[in-house]
């Protein structure tokens, strides 16, 4: 009798449950997310993928904590069970909206919602937890209306759930406060523990780990049974950046906030939600690169005006820097430098100060001769002598030249040539400092002409103990490209957060870094998977500034440096397809550009803005194939990277103009060309071509190809 109580109580608790589940789907059927509420009424989801298991029953809650600052003081309680579900509500949207700029022409919002309304009787207090379905993957948030019992509240924690349903093949990076700054691992899930810190860049200017299984955002993942997975999140504005932490023995992951200097992952006010909680998936990787999922999450453009915001390739004073040891500072005579009273004016240049007059017309002459748009000049500025490492407050004042470097006449000689000049605003990482200087360094940009500005946060976050990812941090970014776009300048963050596609919203943003670039080839080298894998991750959120185009590889035929680039010369042209962005710096020396002047033709040619992009072939971390229609042009050109592996690639032209003749201009690697052995080996051919031809080409080991398609 007791064995049949028990197996009928069984049986109603499995019907309560189901009748509790609400399930949502994507428009084409594939993606299910069920809702229901465990246990002691604990929110839980589960996603699908073709009847595939993506994500098991998965909590979500948020646990406050008891802060005189919250409306309940030290008699907060949490968010996290205890709650029962009031009202759902399914509706379908579906939008075809035109990006400022980017990958295609137009982009479709096609998702179906599940809102589900919750009230926690113990607190009296009601969340909404809202999903977003579409055919490449869904989106989660908590959502906060005003109300008597949850106004002011302070996060300790959030525990979003991922549960995984296997030992995924992960591509990941340590989970960090403050640097992104790192090579990509590849390994099973079960993994990440032994390798995490041999994985970590210790010698990066700020490093804060926080867990042997702590990663970061956008992680791509596969499962032995052919699933790719990424999770990130979408539209992280007034909110601390998302990390995820394993639990490497049940292999689910939960969010991870970036804290603030009080510890606390974020201080909210109601009405107020969080950033979405994204899932894309598919069996085919090249899904992965061509999903809008994270900016259809984001809210549609907030400028009425757009018309100034344009794509652009630029140059600039920065390689020989990075690479040659040319300097920033304009003296060495001061270990020490206080704005206002140190006399530069009679300082002893140092002699290899490399933003002064004379080289920067250099560059503005190059830019102008070969189609450059703008010319970007770092260490232009005075205070760079003692900038970095020791959280000091004032650091530069943004608007005053060193003594070499001609601000007023560099700017008319490069108006004169149908130039403009890219501001740089390094701020060591002093937002208080940079916010205080904001409105005049903006308004001198606007004097001289300047739409541009690349940004930096390098070293340790002021206000002191403050990271780089946390609520605080995130703000001042907007609050930097709100500004800039009231003065007309278009912003390119270094060292900032990863973007999470805001860059829809404020089109302004149209680049970061927020990942390990080009620059690390002068300090050792990227490993040659690295540009094969960042489109799966990095760039799921936005465009980055890679500054790619390096054709001297071999930097000691130039200078000191011992260091070579990780590509072949082909599989650097590669990069402008593979690595989307509005922003391209041919990032290289003007006397290497002459040097293989028939390669540099390519980057010459291609284009920045596009009305379309096809993904062709794609497999994390091995290879990325793209096609991209140059903006309101019929001329196509098509790139293709690889990693450690070399790989034959085949070009279906499927995409081109029915009844139309092309001239296809093909770089490729020669035959015995090779990242290491043989870099510089490279061939270029031309032939006609046709929709419906293919082209087969061989990649090696780090190398790649690049083909420009124009319409005869």
């Not at 601000?407 to 205080?436: C, D, I, P, W």
């Not at 790989?647 to 029915?658: A, E, G, R």
Request: overall charge negative; aromatic content about 12%; proline content about 4%.
């Amino acid at each position: 009798m007791k064995k049949t109580n028990i197996a009928l109580i069984g049986l109603l608790m499995g019907m309560a449950t189901f009748t509790n589940a609400q399930t949502v789907k994507s428009p084409n059927g594939n993606i299910a997310v069920t809702f229901s509420l465990t246990g002691n009424g604990v929110p839980t989801y589960e996603m699908t993928y073709k009847g595939k298991t993506v994500v098991k029953p998965s909590h979500l809650g948020l646990e406050l904590a008891k802060d005189k600052h919250a409306s309940k003081g030290l008699e907060e309680t949490s968010l996290m069970d205890g709650f029962q579900k009031t009202n759902t509500k399914t509706t379908t949207f579906d939008e075809t909206w035109k990006p400022v700029w980017g990958e295609t022409a137009t982009i479709r919002n096609h998702y179906n919602e599940l809102e589900v309304d919750l009230n926690q009787p113990s607190s009296k207090r009601n969340i909404v937890i809202r999903f977003r379905v579409y055919d490449d993957g869904m989106g989660l948030r908590y959502e906060f209306p005003l109300q008597p019992e949850l106004n002011y509240f302070v996060i300790k924690d959030e525990h979003t759930q991922f549960a995984m349903a296997g030992d995924h093949t992960a591509w990941w990076l340590p989970g960090d406060y403050d640097t992104q700054e790192q090579e990509t691992q590849e390994s099973k899930l079960s993994e990440i523990r032994s390798r995490f810190h041999d994985a970590v860049n210790w010698n990066n200017s700020s490093v804060s780990v926080f867990s042997d299984t702590g990663v970061q955002t956008s992680l791509q993942m596969k499962s032995k049974d052919g699933l790719y997975i990424n999770i990130h999140e979408a539209a992280c504005a007034d909110y601390a950046t998302m990390h995820l932490n394993l639990d490497d023995k049940n292999m689910v992951f939960e969010s991870w906030l970036t804290p603030d200097a009080t510890g606390m992952k974020g201080f909210m006010q109601t009405p107020c939600e969080t950033p979405w909680r994204t899932v894309m998936v598919s069996d085919d990787a090249r899904d992965m690169l061509s999903s809008n999922l994270i900016l259809n999450l984001n809210e549609p453009c907030k400028l009425e005006d757009t018309s100034w915001i344009h794509p652009t390739k630029y140059c600039g004073v920065w390689w020989e820097m990075i690479a040659g040891g040319k300097s920033w500072a304009y003296t060495d005579e001061f270990s020490s430098v206080k704005l206002g009273l140190t006399d530069y004016a009679h300082a002893k240049p140092n002699g290899h100060h490399a933003a002064n007059t004379a080289n920067v017309k250099k560059y503005i002459d190059f830019a102008a001769e070969n189609g450059l748009q703008q010319v970007l000049v770092e260490g232009w500025n005075i205070g760079w002598e003692d900038w970095f490492g020791h959280w000091k407050d004032y650091v530069f004042d943004f608007v005053t030249p060193y003594p070499d470097f001609d601000l007023k006449g560099l700017n008319e000689y490069a108006h004169s040539k149908g130039v403009k000049l890219m501001m740089h605003h390094e701020t060591s990482s002093s937002t208080q400092n940079y916010e205080r200087h904001m409105e005049e360094a903006y308004n001198l940009m606007n004097k001289y002409g300047y739409d541009a500005v690349k940004t930096g946060y390098v070293g340790d976050i002021i206000p002191r103990g403050d990271h780089h990812y946390s609520q605080s941090m995130n703000k001042h970014y907007l609050y930097v490209i709100k500004e800039a776009a009231k003065h007309h300048i278009m912003v390119n963050g270094h060292e900032a957060t990863r973007p999470t596609g805001l860059c829809r919203t404020y089109p302004n943003l149209v680049g970061n870094e927020s990942a390990r670039g080009t620059e690390y080839e002068a300090f050792g080298g990227n490993d040659p998977n690295h540009t094969v894998i960042l489109p799966f991750t990095r760039l799921q959120g936005g465009p980055m500034d890679y500054t790619p185009g390096i054709l001297e590889t071999q930097l000691s035929t130039w200078c000191n440096n011992k260091s070579w680039v990780h590509t072949t010369l082909v599989g650097q042209l590669a990069l402008y397809l593979t690595m989307y962005s509005p922003l391209q710096m041919a990032a290289d020396l003007p006397e290497n550009y002459k040097k293989y002047n028939d390669a540099f033709q390519f980057i010459k040619d291609v284009a920045c803005d596009w009305d379309d992009s096809r993904y062709l072939e794609a497999e994390p971390a091995r290879y990325v194939t793209v096609a991209r229609k140059a903006k309101g042009t019929n001329n196509w050109f098509i790139g293709g990277k690889t990693g450690l592996q070399p790989h034959q690639s085949i070009v279906k032209l499927d995409f081109l103009d029915k009844g139309r003749k092309y001239e296809a201009t093909i770089y490729a690697d020669a035959k015995d060309a090779d990242f290491e052995k043989n870099p510089k080996a490279y061939t270029i051919t031309k032939r006609t071509v046709k929709q419906g031809d293919v082209i087969k080409l061989n990649e090696v080991r780090g190398g790649g190809f690049a083909i420009s398609v124009k319409a005869l």
